[in-house]
């Protein structure tokens, strides 16, 4: 790996940066070959960056830190470097301390005893994981009870100050824990009985695997000496959720309870953020408890790097110095390092373009003229195109999904890469990289900003000019903005952009799966970090309306505004009441298609339109919010837009507003399965086959 072959074919070497040679798509400022003469100063540089890059495929540190022993030390041995990154460091220390903060803060001393709480019976497993959720902040969690976990919603009473909010579904809770993650940047807990409860919680800790975000996922289960037994509702959970969490854990003593707790959050929250499982048999939740919270995490296998290795920050800034056309692809890694800020400084002084991932939405305010928009399979012609033609991609915290490349061996033929991710496995993953940097985005950022030198806009006009030019062509389709598609039928954009407007763009909008998270990803005009959350890596239908509920609990001080699908809304419709029991004030727009609408637009444009199991009903939704005690309204035309979102927004509770819209509006322009970013199909403006 490195500078010359990733294994599919792409090659590169130290002189594929130069833009001379693109195809005519490039355009004028691609072909003129200008980045050509700096291309052989590349070759240093390249073969530096293999030794680091190189070594990322040996399975050790990808960004130089450990790789200098063996990546560019051609048979030199030399000593093995502290296997504790950056040891000894000012933010090493910073790191340290952050972590005994984490377990001994102020927290600590507000926890009150049973007996300060006036509850005269012993300490048990139940009252351990109480004062464990308090101690690392949680102020709510999500549950579903079920015998093996009734001994802690036998304590719960006892701690008022712990808000549980009782879920129609297991996967509701976790999908609920992983919208209040993502709205708060803090860790989400749910809770589920064993068995059944405990797999149905499944597909949400599965989700928040894929898409780094921080949940605890407690589960019950049968007292120890049954396990193994096929006792009534004993599963595997442990076995099951192995590989998609980031840790697991099976708890059979009481006394393991505070430890555990411990070390889960802080894995669920630390380094690359993730999904942490904790199986409690009941007898553990059951049984006394004299183990306090350790004063520390002690776990020696796990060292997330966070500042990227100063010699490949150095050649990063080298290499942007050199780029003509460069592009940043900002990832879910910014927000959740909460770079936002440091992305904007290092765009505007390098005088970058940002295109951004599914979940990079919102890490750039999309007014900022540098913020080119959304890429990938249905992401923005004039974005794709911007990458096929770049000669430099800074990947900030992003993972180079499938969605996003296309067939690997045409994805950005004349870029060199820089990959910041805090996952060294991350890197050489789908696609070679030149400058791996192994390290959090806002560190790096940091270190990187005053490294670079300063661009005038000028310097860049004809670029710049040429992706707005792309831009204008991109935006040119007829019922664009327009709100009528064929027939003057409702189109979803137009509802979309018209939530945003009326918002002032600072609500959260949570998008379900399907054409609808398309839609909301392209015209919701976002302008706030965190301000969009949906299901990416998994792409789980039905997580819209949870995870909405989710994000609106957690930032009540934000409107929250859940984009549907009647599809996926029919997979998890019953949180509807649970809006209502604990009054969260969610608005929901259903995007009323009356189709499974993203399969119906495959079976248009791959299966020659054979239209099998795409047309569902759904039930008549006005009377159902209605049976749910939910204010429902619908709106069928433009005209009607504005009044139903009005209408909506003046609730005091849930509301649900009825989009009805065209049925055949497909998502445009979209990347057909197997192809390339250069390979966009779009709008033909024919029927479609019926
Ligand atoms: C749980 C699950 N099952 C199936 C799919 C496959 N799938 C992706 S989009 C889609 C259609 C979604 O229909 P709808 O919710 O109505 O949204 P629309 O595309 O019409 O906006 C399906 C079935 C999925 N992503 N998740
Ligand atoms: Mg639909």
């Known amino acids: 790996m490195g500078t010359t072959d990733d294994g599919s074919g792409r090659s590169r070497t130290a002189t594929s940066g130069q833009v001379s040679g693109a195809p005519e798509a490039v355009g004028a400022a691609g072909a003129d070959g200008a980045a050509g003469a700096d291309g052989a100063q590349a070759v240093p540089v390249a073969s530096e960056a293999a030794g680091a890059g190189g070594t990322a495929a040996d399975g050790t540190a990808a960004d130089g830190t450990a790789a200098a022993g063996s990546g560019s030390g051609a048979g030199q041995p030399r000593a093995r470097i502290n296997h504790m990154p950056n040891a000894g460091t000012p933010q090493a220390e910073a790191i340290s301390a952050g972590r005994r903060e984490m377990l001994s803060d102020a927290r600590r001393n507000q926890i009150k005893s049973l007996a300060e709480r006036g509850v005269k019976r012993p300490r048990i497993g139940a009252d351990a994981v109480c004062e464990a959720l308090l101690r690392q902040g949680v102020e709510l969690f999500f549950g579903y009870p079920g015998g093996v976990v009734l001994p802690l919603y036998d304590v719960l009473g006892d701690y008022p100050e712990l808000r549980h909010i009782l879920v129609r579904h297991e996967q509701g809770g976790a999908h609920a824990a992983e919208g209040y993650a993502r709205a708060t940047g803090k860790v989400g807990v749910c809770l589920g009985t064993s068995g059944p409860g405990a797999t149905n919680l499944v597909t949400g800790i599965g989700d928040a695997m894929l898409d780094s975000v921080p949940i605890v996922a407690i589960t019950g289960n049968v007292v120890g000496s049954l396990l193994g037994k096929d006792a009534f509702q004993e599963i595997d959970i442990t076995g099951i959720t192995l590989p998609c969490t980031k840790h697991n854990y099976l708890v059979r003593d009481a006394n393991d309870i505070p430890r555990v707790f411990a070390e889960a959050f802080h894995i669920a929250r630390t380094g690359r953020p993730g999904p942490v499982h904790i199986d409690l048999t009941k007898d553990a939740l059951m049984g006394a408890c004299s183990a306090q919270t350790p004063e520390t995490v002690d776990l020696p296998?796990?060292?997330?790097?966070?500042?990227?290795?100063?010699?490949?920050?150095?050649?990063?800034?080298?290499?942007?110095?050199?780029?003509?056309?460069?592009?940043?692809?900002?990832?879910?890694?910014?927000?959740?390092?909460?770079?936002?800020?440091?992305?904007?400084?290092?765009?505007?002084?390098?005088?970058?373009?940002?295109?951004?991932?599914?979940?990079?939405?919102?890490?750039?305010?999309?007014?900022?003229?540098?913020?080119?928009?959304?890429?990938?399979?249905?992401?923005?012609?004039?974005?794709?195109?911007?990458?096929?033609?770049?000669?430099?991609?800074?990947?900030?915290?992003?993972?180079?999904?499938?969605?996003?490349?296309?067939?690997v061996p045409t994805f950005a033929p004349y870029a060199r890469i820089i990959h910041v991710d805090i996952d060294p496995a991350e890197i050489g993953k789908n696609v070679a990289v030149e400058i791996p940097i192994v390290g959090d985005v806002k560190r790096v950022l940091e270190a990187l900003i005053p490294l670079v030198q300063r661009v005038e806009p000028e310097t860049r006009a004809a670029y710049f000019a040429e992706i707005a030019g792309w831009r204008e062509e991109s935006e040119k389709m007829p019922w664009h903005g327009s709100g009528a598609w064929r027939d003057g039928q409702l189109s979803a954009d137009y509802v979309v952009s018209h939530i945003a407007e009326a918002t002032n763009h600072d609500a959260t909008m949570v998008a379900d799966v399907g054409q609808n998270q398309m839609w909301t990803a392209r015209y919701g005009g976002f302008r706030r970090p965190n301000s969009h959350v949906s299901s990416g890596g998994l792409g789980t239908m039905g997580y819209?309306?949870?995870?909405?509920?989710?994000?609106?609990?957690?930032?009540?001080?934000?409107?929250?505004?859940?984009?549907?699908?009647?599809?996926?809304?029919?997979?998890?419709?019953?949180?509807?009441?649970?809006?209502?029991?604990?009054?969260?004030?969610?608005?929901?727009?259903?995007?009323?298609?009356?189709?499974?609408?993203?399969?119906?637009?495959?079976q248009e444009l791959v299966y020659a339109g054979n239209y099998h199991s795409s047309h569902l009903l759904g039930p008549d939704w006005l009377k159902l919010a209605e049976a749910y005690g939910v204010a429902g309204f619908r709106a069928s035309t433009p005209e009607e837009v504005d009044s139903a979102i009005a209408a909506a927004r003046a609730v005091d509770g849930p509301a649900l507003i009825e989009f009805i819209i065209a049925q055949e509006q497909n998502v445009f322009p979209m990347m057909p399965a197997g192809k390339g970013l250069s390979d966009l199909l779009e709008e033909q403006f024919e029927e479609p086959n019926r």
Request: hydrophobic content about 45%; cysteine-free.
């Open 544 to 602: 819209g309306l949870p995870a909405a509920m989710g994000a609106a609990v957690g930032r009540p001080d934000k409107e929250t505004w859940a984009i549907v699908g009647d599809g996926g809304l029919q997979m998890t419709v019953q949180e509807l009441m649970t809006l209502v029991q604990e009054h969260i004030p969610l608005r929901i727009a259903l995007l009323n298609n009356h189709k499974l609408g993203m399969v119906r637009q495959w």
């Open 301 to 407: 296998g796990f060292k997330p790097n966070f500042d990227g290795h100063p010699r490949q920050i150095k050649l990063a800034a080298q290499e942007i110095a050199r780029a003509q056309r460069p592009l940043i692809l900002a990832g879910h890694g910014v927000l959740i390092a909460e770079a936002t800020e440091e992305l904007r400084e290092f765009a505007e002084k390098a005088q970058i373009p940002v295109a951004h991932t599914l979940l990079g939405v919102s890490a750039m305010d999309e007014t900022n003229p540098l913020s080119v928009g959304f890429m990938g399979m249905h992401g923005w012609k004039h974005v794709n195109k911007t990458i096929q033609s770049a000669d430099l991609l800074i990947a900030l915290g992003m993972r180079f999904d499938d969605r996003v490349t296309g067939h």
